[in-house]
């Protein structure tokens, strides 16, 4: 299997996939039955022997408690990663209220994450079957989110987790973070990260940055759109401000929330605002 045999077939169920598509039973707007969620991804690869998986365990990184590619599987050869934008669509319906989530983006945060599950499940399946064994972190039972190193929420260590989408696009090649904590790909930072640890060999991508703030111009925009003041130019993101205001939310929306104000009208909305493109073919 070539890498192009592989991204083929994921975008080939992306497009034609119906969870890719808001239903009509659960439209929060009858204009809204048939709104496509995501556009075609970005892929990446890194070597499951990334010495940068390994400096994840820092405490100034992640922790002790991150789970590197060789400890999720012994056999893993590589690391791949999505970028899935979402589509015009939400994200300019998210940019028109600055106070609060458009219903195109809860769909997107709550529909769009059980479609990428099943991205997920696809892909892995499609591995499986070529004879290659794969796992998905986030559908493995030893996947945590909850907080291994402390119980005050307001503390940076409570919200990571034993495996980091956006730190396995980074070693991947995908993108570089941005004050918002997000990672900004060069198609920008409007969307989500999933990805896969498999035994087949692909030839990693290699990394067009030094650098993981590479790609933010430091602008500030993701922090004066941020309705809960969670971001800021001296400290970056205030997680458990964005976590508070999340709940608020879902209190009002359940089973939806979202926010993602910090990722729409912003210069890496659709682009990496320092992408150099002559070091990334």
């Known amino acids: 299997m070539t890498k192009q045999d592989f991204e083929n077939a994921v975008i080939g ?10 239903k009509k039973e659960i439209a929060l707007r009858p204009q809204l039955e048939g709104m496509r969620i995501f556009e075609e991804p970005l892929t990446g690869y890194a070597s499951a022997a990334d010495p940068y ?32 934008p979402f589509t015009q669509q939400v994200r300019q319906a998210n940019g028109q209220n600055t106070a609060w ?8 945060r709550i529909e769009g994450q059980e479609f990428i599950l099943a991205i997920c499940r696809f892909a892995q399946a499609l591995l499986e079957e070529k004879g ?29 987790s034993n495996w980091s989408e956006r730190h396995a696009a980074y ?23 999933f990805s896969i640890i498999t035994s087949v060999f692909f030839q990693p991508d290699g990394r067009p940055y030094t650098g993981i703030y590479d790609y933010c111009i430091l602008c500030g925009a ?20 964005c976590s508070t205001f999340l709940d608020s939310i879902k209190e009002k929306c359940a089973p939806r929330y979202g926010c993602g104000k910090c990722q729409v009208k912003v210069p890496c909305e659709t682009k990496a605002p320092n992408f150099n493109a002559s070091a990334h073919p």
């Open 222 to 241: 993701c922090a004066r759109s941020c309705p809960a003041k969670a971001i800021s130019q001296e400290k970056g993101k205030n997680s458990f401000f």
């Open 101 to 108: 989530p458009a219903d195109e983006w809860l769909h997107a």
């Open 132 to 160: 290659f064994a794969a796992i998905v972190p986030i559908l493995d039972p030893r996947f945590s989110s909850a907080s291994p190193v402390t119980n005050d929420k307001t503390e940076p260590a409570y919200y990571t």
């Open 13 to 22: 169920y992306i497009n034609s996939s119906p969870g890719n598509y808001v």
């Open 53 to 84: 998986f390994l400096q994840a365990k820092k405490p100034d990184i992640i922790g002790t408690h991150f789970i590197t590619p060789l400890e999720w599987l012994a056999a893993a050869q590589t690391v791949i990663s999505f970028f899935i």
């Open 171 to 193: 070693a991947a090649g995908l993108g570089t973070f941005g004050l918002s904590k997000g990672l900004i790909s060069r198609k920008g930072v409007a969307g989500r990260y």
